[in-house]
Nanobody
């Protein structure tokens, strides 16, 4: 398994930006698609974005398309989520995890235990 540590969350005003980072331990990071997910209070965890192991292909949830951008650096074992034009409804704890590109929209399909996540709060 790969251990995952998310960081970069915080409090931001609507319209602002944040960049989240996910650091992965272990040698299997570069073998797999990486995804970002989020869980808002009282809601189920949901898919946000994913990137293939080489960074060639990405996909996004419709609600973040055009505002969020996922990237990765395999030499540093890190994946990033650049979040722009943030909205109050983006408030959630954000997580990263490994998965298969074809199935990663389903949070139950991920390969590793969830990390502690990083809290993003967007004020109106």
């Amino acid at each position: 398994q790969v251990q995952l540590v998310e960081s970069g969350g915080g409090l931001v005003q609507a319209g602002g930006s944040l960049r989240l980072s996910c650091a992965a331990s272990g040698r299997y990071f570069s073998y797999n698609t990486m995804g970002w997910f989020r869980q808002a209070p009282g809601k189920e965890r949901e898919f946000v974005a994913a990137i293939t192991r080489g960074g060639t292909n990405t996909k996004y949830a419709d609600v973040v398309k055009g505002r969020f951008s996922i990237s990765r650096n395999n030499t540093k074992n890190k994946v990033y989520l650049q979040m722009n034009s943030l909205k109050p409804e983006d408030t959630a704890v954000y997580y990263c995890n490994r998965g298969r590109f074809g199935a990663i929209e389903n949070p139950r399909s991920v390969l590793d235990a969830w990390g502690q996540g990083t809290l993003v709060t967007v004020s109106s």
